[in-house]
């Protein structure tokens, strides 16, 4: 395997070019970007909808990385299939914050260490809940199931620890610099976001393809007999008649 094939299998630097690709990808389609980031928040203004909505702005990411531009059949036939899922997944992503919320609250009030040992771990688990359903809601939008998306988004996490911290850190940063720029929060971070952690699971998939393929070329070529091996053995067969 050549030196890019490693660096492609290392899921740090696949963390890396996701991000870039999908700067790439805003930059080179910044109408259709912009419309998913209001649309997703305009979406989400009710609360109750973050899930559908989030799930809607990953499938018109998907049909702009793919066609260049929003496939809203696709994003209505996604949502359709999977909006119940979606509600599902934002309403399990609040669980593990609102946990670490009420113990640290607790331990602010009454130094209890138990508390605050409590409260450290519910927010290490929703921290490493946001990754894996981030990396589930890109799942569901290329059409996988529930259970089949957020197994795969916790395998790739525990796979991947370090990558994981550094998915968590980019998303948070591309957050705070859109916060700081003000504008940007709303017509650019949803895209931008959705487009990362798409990137990331289509680069995933393309390197385990190719290790996939590697293996199969292996096996094949330890299984195909070395040319003009056939001959000889019929030429030592003939002599020795």
Known sequence: MTTSDGDAADPTVGVHRALA????Q?????????AISVGWVLASLPLVTIGPATLGAYGAVRSVRENGRVDREAVRETLAAHWLDSVLFSGLLVVFPAIAVLYLGQYAATSDPLSG???????YLAYHAWVVFALAFVSLADGADAVDAVT???????ENPVATVLVGIVTGTLLLASA???IALPLVFPALAAA?????????????????????????SKERPIAGDGRKNDVSTTSGR
Do not use: I, N, Q
């Open 26 to 34: 805003v930059y080179r389609h910044p109408l259709p970007m912009v």
């Open 21 to 24: 690709t999908a700067a790439r």
């Open 180 to 182: 700081v720029l003000t």
């Open 152 to 158: 795969g988004g916790y395998r790739w996490s525990v």
């Open 117 to 123: 040992v409590f409260g450290a771990v519910g927010f």
């Open 196 to 220: 990362f952690h798409t990137e990331l699971v289509a680069s995933t998939d393309d390197s385990s393809d190719g290790e996939e393929t590697d293996a199969t070329e292996a096996t094949v």
